[in-house]
């Protein structure tokens, strides 16, 4: 592992903490920034599509309901609901 690592996994959390606290219109162009440098400029980012927060909540339940279910069948029971952050 580099010596480099805990240093910019650090600099990750800090950059994570900072996006947090954005309003959601300051995070759109965040996000749209971040994919076009993931992207390249190969082609054009699609719309930001506006998500409601229902539709985010529902997967967010459906996922974890998925991840208690397969964590049941490796170790025989379901745990204990955690959140995380």
């Known amino acids: ?3 480099k690592y805990p240093l910019l996994m650090r600099l990750l ?3 994570e903490e900072a996006a947090d606290v954005l309003p959601t219109e300051q995070k759109k162009p965040l996000v749209a920034f971040l994919l076009t440098c993931l992207r390249g400029d190969a082609d054009e980012l699609s719309p ?4 409601s927060k229902s539709i985010t909540q529902a997967s967010v339940v459906d ?3 998925c991840r208690r279910k397969v964590l049941a069948g490796f170790v025989g029971i379901i745990p204990r609901q955690h959140h995380f952050t």
């Open 1 to 3: 592992m580099s010596r």
């Open 13 to 15: 959390l800090k950059i």
């Open 63 to 65: 996922d974890e309901e």
């Open 48 to 51: 930001v599509r506006d998500i």
